[in-house]
């Protein structure tokens, strides 16, 4: 049996982050959606997602498919209800479609309706509103039955839901865990001075810098490295927030780079709700939240004391430097700041990104290079107000 995991309308409701992705790929709690699924069902993943996106998320189908909506969260309810279906069988909750037992293309010939409430992921802030769940969720699985490799006798550790994979490095740092777990991934470094609370977890060779202050629920994901203050955000990979400054609320795809003593606001100076730009609807949309930060896509960079608004879209491979707080939407391929924006070229991003890669010991090849192409064709019309 292969694992199908197939994205629905959520891949437009969680544009831009999924522009450069499957909706299952999306990292919340440690793991991605597809490895969650992966790891409680012990099989492979493959996705049913955009053409232009195959080539890097290939689709692999065996003689009995299992399809799940990728952006559907697995827990013990789901598990059962799914491992019952029948072939030809379809598993929804109302119009919604969560898993099927079929052949691609045909036909389902019985509906399972599912009453009980699960984790799904529609917009962006789903994200880092419903991280502290999934991180939770996610520790247990990892750590069921295991112990914690050993870390150096200069740190202090409050509370027992603590955990570290082999290789995690931490020196003269404090991990409170009675907010919730803390799990540093393999061959992951705290410097000295640092101070965490959870939920939070640190995924493998990624690096917390000295003095850093990070609250739950908060995951760095692989080979990235952070400093500064963190409140429950998620930074997927291959990125880095190296140094001083607040990131709050917020979503960081993979390859960004916050420039030094840049800050996002969390909170309206009046309390009020905060709106995020959807690119469904091309306006601004009620989140429901009075505490939403930044939304940042793949290859996003900004320049050193950046001011992010609160409730800021910043599209793929967007460059923003300067003076002043930038508008609270900026496109995809949109280059410059609050004194306005040009288009940032495909040539000179990937002169800049084949330079980029290298650093964490991957190539830009040429998948790579036709996606970002893909997103800079299908973004187009979102950079007229530019």
């Known amino acids: 049996m292969a694992i199908i995991l197939f994205d629905d309308n ?24 597809a490895e969650k699924w992966a790891k409680h069902l012990d099989t492979e993943f493959s996705f049913h997602t955009q053409p232009y996106l195959q080539a890097k998320f290939p689709q692999k189908t065996a003689v009995d498919d299992l399809f799940i909506n990728g952006s559907v969260c697995p827990d013990d309810g789901l598990l059962e209800a799914i491992g019952q279906l029948k072939k030809g069988e379809a598993l929804k909750q109302g119009d919604f479609l969560i898993a099927a037992k079929a ?5 389902f010939t019985n509906i399972v309706n599912y009453e009980p409430f699960f984790i799904s992921i529609k917009y962006p802030e789903d994200i880092f509103s419903k991280n502290d769940i999934e991180l939770r969720k996610d520790f247990k699985l990892l750590t069921k039955g295991r112990t914690s490799a050993a870390i150096s006798a200069t740190n202090t550790i409050i509370g027992n839901d603590f955990f570290a994979e082999e290789g995690a490095v931490a020196e003269c740092s404090t991990f409170n865990t009675t907010n919730g777990p803390i799990y540093l991934g393999k061959d992951t470094e705290v410097w000295e001075g640092t101070h965490i609370r959870g ?8 690096q917390v810098k000295m003095g850093a202050k990070i609250y739950g629920a908060t995951t760095i994901g692989p080979y990235s490295r952070v400093g500064g203050e963190i409140n429950n955000s998620v930074i997927w990979g291959y990125s880095s927030k190296g140094h001083d400054g607040f990131l709050g609320n917020s979503v960081l795809g993979e390859w960004c780079n916050i420039g030094a003593d840049s800050n996002n606001s969390n909170l309206k100076n009046n309390y009020a709700e905060v709106k995020l730009w959807d690119y469904t609807t091309q306006r601004f949309r009620k989140t429901g939240l009075q505490f939403c930060g930044l939304i940042m896509a793949d290859h996003a960079k900004c320049g050193i004391n950046t001011m992010f608004n609160t409730g800021t879209v910043v599209g793929v491979s967007a460059n923003i430097f300067g003076a002043g707080f930038p508008r609270n939407y900026v496109p995809d391929f949109a280059w410059g700041g609050a004194q306005g924006f040009e288009v940032y070229s495909i040539k000179k991003m990937f002169e800049t990104t084949a330079m980029v890669y290298p650093r964490r ?6 998948i790579e290079q036709e996606i970002v192409k893909k997103v800079f064709e299908l973004s187009e019309t979102y950079r007229s107000v530019l």
């Open 10 to 33: 959520a891949h437009q409701s969680l544009l831009p982050l999924t522009y450069t992705r499957p909706v299952a790929d999306l990292r919340i709690g440690i793991l991605t959606i």
């Open 103 to 107: 052949t691609m293309g045909a036909a």
């Open 199 to 206: 939920a939070f977890a640190l995924c493998e060779h990624s």
């Open 361 to 366: 010991d991957r190539e830009f090849d040429e």
